[in-house]
């Protein structure tokens, strides 16, 4: 049975004990779109450059209950509030959110008011397909996290996702809603990291809606091993004066795939995002940015960059749209890539669709090797080739890198990255 | 015998060295010797190939050796690699001090200084002592030490990164030092500077090689021979009034005389 099969199967066990909290036809109408659509091919646009059919005839199993424990989570070594998903299912012994209620409601996302996810919930989808209808209809596991006014969440939480496929194949399907209510704010990690020596398929959606005068920085870190796949979503919704910082950072993985959407729904509003994808072997990571700047006078900085070795293949995609009304808009984006061997590749394309006229909008990609001037400099003052073009490496990914704001996890990705880079 | 006894006060040997970039024949037979103490000035219009001949002592690989040896302290030069070669104790001045967005100089010279000593066998030096080496050396050739620690020569003037390679070449301590063409774009303060800064760091143990088009940077950096590099060739050679003779006659002196020949 392909994967579409099984998602299709699997929904005929699941519908009877769904969680009410979303409601009933918006699932049977995902499920449809899923029969109908199917898993994405490369036949359409947006899924060109990446290919999934490799992995549909996996006997996946899905909402596979979770191995009792695990140690094989490596957890950042910062003080923080702490969110354990073992293949798609929160666990909560793992978990430890002890103090957060003064300043939030945290739930699992099918025990969420109806009137609250109707309010919230799947509000911005500018591009639908088979995957993201099937995280829709299987919406159950996943977090709901509400910052109350005018709080600041004194701690980041962190959000582990361990693929565990010691026990065969598995498809997670995790579905988070997180809301800050005006003027709160609140820093949110999603840390993809996988156990087992089998094929897991993460396929993901967080949803973040800002209220006025919010704050939010959200990290992604992608660390899983060489059988992983992963098809991620996350999408912010702005309203008024709201602020975002986005950082996207993927190492690892066999294939990744992230989308990052963002809504500027209300005017004054300010979003950055920020990648780092490192290719080797033949890896595949692909991401995809949207920036809708629906309203007047926001501010959006885009900034992603890729080093490429051995057979790997990047995709960016960056979109930025300037609707009629978003007058006074800045927005700027750029892809700076370096290949390091003859047999990667890189595919490129900032898209911008701009129909306001009073706009500041640039737009820039480049893929090139080392600075072989540069390292032949370094050379001559008695460092190895090695050494020489680690140094260049962590210096292109460091403006990046120096985005992660929490002081201890910079340091710790940062020396995770070095390791990585190291010949 | 006699000779290899010699040899030991050569630090620097070149033997009919040739060169070319893609087809282009650029260095026809080089002769020279380098004994340590000493400072040599190679002169010569442009073209004549004065940054192809620092280039190849510092390993750059966009020029092709075709003929010709390089001894340096009794290794085959030829045969090392650039940072085999920096290792070893030869250092170049580029003429066109690298930037390096994201690398600041203390940063890779802390690394640099440590893959030398390690080459040497000498153990990483710590923080506090490269810090101190460091605050010693930026007096030598009056460099804001903010400067080191911003991205190699993002943003600095053309004195600022002149000032930087000679800040590196004092914390590297060469025993060769190769300075290409680093008195191009400087006006006469930092020219004094730069010069200056070179003459703190002669000693008897140590070699000079200056490249330069222009005379004016001798007045400072006293050369104990002057060679005239023309055609890929050294065409004349002389002490420091040789210098003064070719400020005095122009290039076309030099030139008139190998075209007529």
Known sequence: MNLKDLILEEYKTFAPQASNAVSKVLREESIKQVAEWGIPTIKQEEWKYTNLKSILDTPFRLNASPAATSNAIHYYNIDAYKLVFVNGILNASLSDTKGIEAF?????????????LSKYFNK?????????????????????????????????????????????????????????????????IESFQSTGNDTSFTNICSEFFLHQDSHLEQYKFQQENDKAYHVG??????????????????WSGALVRNNLNIHLGAEYCEAHLYGLYLGNNSRHIDNHTLVDHAMPNCYSNELY?????????????????????????NAFQSNKNVLLSQKATMNT??????????????????????DEEALFFLRARGIPLAQARMLLMQAFSDDV??????????????????????? | MTTDHLSLFIMLSIKNLQARVEEKEILKGINLEVKAGEVHAIMGPNGSGKSTLASILAGRETYEVTGGSITFEGKDLLELSPEDRAREGVFLAFQYPVEIPGVSTINFLKTAVNAIREYRGEEAMDAVSFLKMMKEKTKVVEIDETLLKRSLNEGFS????????????????????????????????????????????????????????????????VPDYVHVLYNGRIVKSGTKELALELEAKGYDWIKNENTAV
């Open chain 1, 104 to 116: 939030a409601t945290l739930k699992s996302i099918s025990e969420a008011e109806p009137a609250i």
């Open chain 1, 349 to 370: 394309k900032p898209q911008l669709e701009i129909f306001a006229d009073d706009v500041k909008c640039s737009h820039g990609a480049t893929v090139g090797q080392l």
């Open chain 2, 158 to 221: 053309g004195g600022e990164k002149k000032r930087n390679e000679i800040f590196q070449m004092a914390m590297l301590e060469p025993k060769l030092a190769v300075l290409d063409e680093t008195d191009s774009g400087l006006d006469i303060d930092a020219l004094k500077i730069v010069a200056n800064g070179v003459n703190k760091l002669r000693s008897k143990n140590n070699a000079v090689i200056v490249v330069t088009h222009y005379q004016r940077l001798l007045d400072y950096i």
């Open chain 1, 401 to 423: 890198l120096n985005k992660i704001t929490i002081p201890a996890l910079q340091e710790e990705i940062t020396a995770t990255i070095a390791q990585r880079l190291r010949p």
């Open chain 1, 124 to 188: 911005f989808h500018p591009f639908q397909d088979g995957l993201q209808a099937a995280n829709l209809a299987f919406a159950q596991h996943g977090v709901y996290l509400h910052v109350n006014k005018g709080k600041a969440l004194p701690k980041p939480v962190v959000v582990y996702f361990l693929s565990d496929t010691t026990q065969g194949p598995i498809f997670a399907q995790p579905r988070n809603l997180i809301v800050l209510e005006q003027g709160a704010s609140a820093k949110w």
């Open chain 1, 305 to 329: 960059k890729g080093i490429l070795d051995d057979q790997s293949t990047g995709v960016f995609n960056g979109k930025i749209w300037v609707q009629k009304d978003a007058q006074k808009t």
């Open chain 1, 233 to 250: 979503t996350s999408q912010v919704v702005h309203l008024e004066k709201s602020y975002s910082h986005s950082a996207v950072l993927t």
